[in-house]
């Protein structure tokens, strides 16, 4: 089965951010949701797409980079079998 998969956490990392700047970044009201997402292995299942669009106007903001969604969502594809067992 195909699945998505955070980057949040390798995305702030990778730029020696914390998820505190983020949130802080966000509005304080965020603060919960953010540390959920950046926490590997406890990630949401759902989130609301202005929430997220949040999360990628903090990420500009901190880091004056263009940000798009597949900075911080990877599509996994499921690996399709060949109809011939190649």
Not at 31 to 47: D, F, L, S
């Amino acid at each position: 089965m195909s699945a998505l998969r955070w980057r949040l956490a390798d995305f702030l990392a990778e730029r020696n951010l914390t998820a505190y700047a983020l949130g802080k970044a966000m509005g304080t009201s965020y603060m919960n949701t953010v540390y959920r997402i950046a926490k590997r292995g406890h990630e949401p299942t759902r989130i609301d797409l202005p929430t997220l669009l949040n999360i990628l106007d903090g990420l500009r903001t901190l880091t004056g980079e263009d940000v798009d969604i597949t900075d911080v969502l990877v599509y996994e594809p499921t690996v399709l079998r060949s109809p011939h067992g190649e």
